[in-house]
């Protein structure tokens, strides 16, 4: 039996092949969206899927403004943040983050289905969110990717 022709092929930095994406959101339930975008930077989606590696796609979202909670999750959800300092541990619901930073709430639930580590972090680099149409990464040829 030849053993060496099937070794396990470990990507690497330099052998991977990221590609950019356009994801539209307009309509979109949240976590499920934000679920598969987590997928796909991570890599998940490829055959060559190494755990330690950045090996995922760059992913572009698109009408962040516009995305979908289900029952009363935009009133009712709260995310938390602390200052730092005593008594600064702060609350904002969906609704009121909509108002100011749409591109967040995408953001938030994307970061929090990557890894808690040094490569999550680095990952987290592939997202960009936009809250209308419009983008500036139409010098990658992104690829229009419907989940």
Known sequence: MNTLS????????NTVN???????????ILGRLASQI?????GKHKPTFTPHVDCG?????????KIKLTGNKLGDKVYVRYTGYP???R??????LM?????????KAVRGMLPKNRLG??????LFVYAGPEHKHEAQNPKIVKF
Request: charged share 35%; hydrophobic share 40%; glycine share 6%.
């Open 99 to 107: 108002a100011k930073h749409p591109e967040r709430i995408i953001e």
């Open 18 to 28: 990221k590609e950019w994406i356009v994801v539209d959101a307009e309509g979109e």
């Open 57 to 65: 796609d760059n992913v572009i979202v698109i009408n962040a403004d």
């Open 6 to 13: 099937y070794k396990t092929v470990s990507a690497n930095k």
């Open 38 to 42: 987590a997928k796909v930077i991570r």
């Open 91 to 96: 609350f904002v619901s969906p609704k009121e």
């Open 87 to 89: 008594g600064g541990q």
């Open 121 to 126: 972090r680095e990952l987290f680099r592939n």
